[in-house]
């Protein structure tokens, strides 16, 4: 190589190097790292979410994470078995075709519009959901609402006295859905097997 | 799903035919789980252990992998009343196939 040719190539070697600082730069620690040491990660967290305000200020807020229905939501608490207990007291554990009894709830988060007969919907997300059944039964332990009970079951059904939801189904299509103010709760023990709104 | 009505059970749910792993018809509730051996649901209903529901008939469970809704076919083949069976779209079973 001529010593031209040598100059240029140098220059270039250094910009090249210059470029890869530049880049490589903002990914390294400002602070000290000790070495094995990882740093805690929380699941599912990625960036905090940007809300818009009104007045047109962002404000920094927590995502809502998308979680499998069957996991931890609101104030559930996760116990041996993949059983959640509400704050409560009711638990969710496996079971139904749906795999979970939470899941199986959450059946009644949506309207199945093509099911026959009613079909109770809750309003709200799976904590709300999940807060109501527990007002409900926290409403029959204090003695309101009707008690049958028939075997291992006790099938509760309480007027909470406002809008939970509405009625689906091929029923509620055609009545235009109807508001239902009461929950009806299945259970063994305090384990729950089914709880939806209806109109008894 | 087949189904014989509503359960009175728990009134909300569908009394659909499952067929455990080893073949036996069974009425469940699709809502609660309550059970009947035969069609007869004047019967009072059983509440096979959770999570599993074994079959009464073999202990299979029937949220099990070979359990399922049954078919019209093996609704007859396993000599039950088809006149009996709603329909997914709310008619006899029997007239809609
Ligand atoms: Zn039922
Ligand atoms: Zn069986």
């Known amino acids: 190589m001529r010593p031209g040719r040598r100059s240029v190539g140098l220059t ?25 040491q ?8 990625g960036p905090p979410a940007s809300v818009e305000r009104p007045d047109g200020a962002a404000e ?21 078995g993949d059983v959640w207990r509400s704050p409560g007291g009711l638990l969710y554990g496996p079971g139904s075709r749906e795999g979970h009894r939470l899941r199986h709830v959450l059946r009644h988060a949506r309207d199945d519009p093509d099911r026959p007969g009613e079909h109770g919907v809750f ?11 527990d007002e409900a039964y926290a409403r029959s332990e204090q003695g309101a609402g009707r008690v049958e009970r028939d075997g291992p079951r006790s099938v509760v059904t309480v007027d ?22 009461h ?10 097997i089914t709880a939806y709104p209806l109109r008894p | 799903m087949l189904y014989l009505g509503y359960c009175r059970h728990c009134g909300a749910g569908l009394l659909g035919l499952r067929r455990c792993g080893q073949g036996h018809l069974l009425v469940l509730c699709d809502e609660c789980d309550a059970l009947w051996q035969t069609s007869d649901l004047g019967q ?54």
């Open chain 1, 60 to 80: 920094q807020a927590e995502r809502p994470v998308e979680r499998p229905i069957d996991s931890a939501a609101g104030a559930l608490t996760e116990l041996p």
């Open chain 1, 38 to 45: 990882v740093r805690p990660e929380t699941p599912n967290a």
């Open chain 1, 12 to 36: 270039l070697l250094g910009f090249g190097v210059l470029l890869a600082w530049l880049v490589v730069k903002p990914m390294l620690p400002t602070g000290p790292v000790e070495t094995g």
């Open chain 1, 183 to 192: 929950v009806r709760l299945v259970l063994e023990g305090r384990n729950v």
């Open chain 2, 44 to 97: 009072p209903p059983q509440f096979p252990p959770q999570p599993d529901l074994p079959c009464p008939h073999c202990g299979q469970s029937l949220n099990g992998p070979t359990a399922h809704w049954a078919s019209l076919d093996e609704v007859r083949q396993a000599g039950w009343n088809d006149a009996l069976i709603v329909g997914p779209g709310g008619c006899s079973a029997a007239s809609a196939t």
């Open chain 1, 160 to 181: 909470l006295q406002r809008r939970v939801g509405y009625v689906g189904g091929q029923v509620g299509r055609r009545q235009g859905h109807p508001a239902t103010r």
């Open chain 1, 123 to 133: 309003d709200g997300d799976q904590a709300a959901i999940v807060a109501l059944i």
